[in-house]
């Protein structure tokens, strides 16, 4: 099993360029997670699918932020102007389904700095 | 979601137990207590989760207090790669999938 699998796994871009992250869960999980994490505000959640389905996204900062999952084996989280603040760490997470009784399972994440 | 209180920071001597502690008095009856950790440079990962009994597996073993108002995540024998920050987090059976995330404890292993 290779895990839950994001690229790229650093990003550099100028501030006003379109950043493109991607994410492919584990094969069989139904839910898909996309965290934040900065020193000041810690791990953050953005939104969640549910079967390929937006169920939450009241975690997405701004307008700017984006997220699509058009199959069960593939997400993007999408920035459009990138802007400095942006800069963080991006995870990518899914679990079997979305009930309490299991686990998540996290990618190895992108770092992402916006000059 | 319910809010839980660990300390910042907790120092641990290698191959010795550890006993990270949680606090969790508002814990409603449908609150699950799962227990994530972050080593560095890497995304989270699951450690444990319980409702009311103790509960063993390959990592660790979490001990709820009879009460729930508490629990206690402890790692038998600490290794170096044992160094992270470990998260108490409580998720309602009711509540469709959020994975609400604390600051944790971090935790300090030295040889």
């Known amino acids: 099993d290779a895990g839950v699998i994001q690229s790229p796994r650093h990003e550099v871009t100028e501030m006003g360029q379109e950043v493109t992250l991607r994410c492919k869960p584990i094969?069989?999980?139904?839910?898909l997670f996309w965290y934040r994490q900065t020193m000041m505000r810690g791990l953050e959640l953005l939104i969640y699918f549910n079967n390929n389905v937006p169920i939450d996204d009241s975690g997405m900062p701004e307008d700017r932020f984006s997220a699509k999952m058009p199959n069960a084996s593939f997400s993007t989280l999408k920035i459009q102007p990138s802007e400095p603040r942006d800069s963080a760490v991006y995870f990518c997470?899914?679990?079997?389904?979305?009930?309490?009784?299991?686990?998540?399972?996290f990618g190895s994440g992108t770092r992402l700095t916006v000059v | 979601d319910a809010k839980t209180t660990q300390p910042n920071s907790m120092e641990s001597n290698e191959e010795e137990p550890v006993h990270l502690p949680c606090n969790h008095s508002?814990?409603?009856?449908?609150?699950?207590i799962h227990w994530y950790r972050q080593l560095p440079s890497q995304g989270p990962e699951y450690v444990i989760h319980g409702l009311t009994s103790n509960v063993n597996n390959r990592m660790a073993s979490l001990a709820i207090a009879e009460d729930r108002k508490s629990s206690t995540l402890i790692l038998h024998r600490a290794t170096l790669r044992d160094a992270a920050v470990y998260y108490c987090i409580l998720r309602d059976v009711g509540n469709t999938g959020k994975l609400i995330f604390g600051q944790g404890t971090t935790l300090q292993v030295k040889p």
């Open positions: 094969s069989g999980h139904n839910s």
């Open positions: 997470a899914s679990s079997l389904t979305t009930g309490v009784g299991y686990g998540y399972t």
């Open positions: 508002t814990i409603s009856g449908t609150d699950y």
